[in-house]
């Protein structure tokens, strides 16, 4: 339920009905824009007279919100958000390139790549050094080792950090270290680990889980906001299908839908969508087209001895060229 408030109602007015929105056991998320006032309403809403709410004079109008989620809403926020992170912001009218190894490796590789996706223009960097591998006999990441060497490439670039945290147990770690963190498919239903980061309050990268419907991604990212932290970015990434060429089916009309009904930036990654390198170009293209507030790309300065996911990296050169394509 949100009620819209008349455009000019005294600030007093609009307390007292917060008030007495809380003695019915309502919480109330208030958002305030330029020249309007929405409360936006959670909680048991069963009990709720909405005509009796629109007899008052400084409502404008009471609308019953259909989707379950409310933080993550576009009714309950109606205009975009816009994450700030070190200075460079994702959404509004920017575009955000993250680029970077799918798992730091080596303190040259990571120097290496990290200089070579500034130059290119990649506005955030990325690097996995907690990896989840469906086998546990794949390259799980450095860990901590890992998180030190994202650090200096962003000591000698600027670039700020987003790096996935898996578990609970290396959460705070993964924190103290990043910018931004990421929080990968399989984990978009790992609640307790949404509120964990939640409660963190730094920025979270929220990747669409493998098998996840729109309205269960908006509610996996209302967990986190429901902790009080707003600062949730989607990443659209790839879901199952049938088709076993790509590694999974891209969902572009996924961006158009989330900007109706949500007001959060999102993001595509390309690489893990298709698992093919040569279809990353493409697709960040058609991202872009459909109104993709950035890209994330896996780049790799030697691909083919990648420790996970050389297949879908591109090589620094192939990034400069597509960054030059897209500008
Ligand atoms: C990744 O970004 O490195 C990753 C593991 O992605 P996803 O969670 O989308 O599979
Ligand atoms: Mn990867």
Redesign the pocket.
Known sequence: MIIVMKAKTPREDIDKLIKKLEQMDLGVHETVGENYSILGLIGDTSKFNKEQFESYESVEKVMRVQHPFKLASRLFHPEDTVVEVGGTKIGGDKLTIIAGP??VETPEQMIEIARDVKEAGATLL?G?AY??RSSPYSFQGLGEEGLKLLKKAKEETGLPIVT?AICLDTIDIVAKYSDVI?I????MQNFSLLKKAGRIGKPVLL??G?SATIEEWLMAAEYIMSEGNENVIL?E??IRTFETYTRNTLDLSAVPVIKEISHLPIIV?PS?ATGKWKMVSPLSKGAIAVGADGL?I?VHNNPECAL??GPQSLKPSKFKQLMNELA
Do not use: V
Not at 184 to 187: F, L, P, S
């Open positions: 799918c798992s990325r996995g990896k989840p996935e990421q990968g498919a399989r984990n990747k669409r493998l990443c990434r790839g990654d893990h994330m896996e996970c996911d």
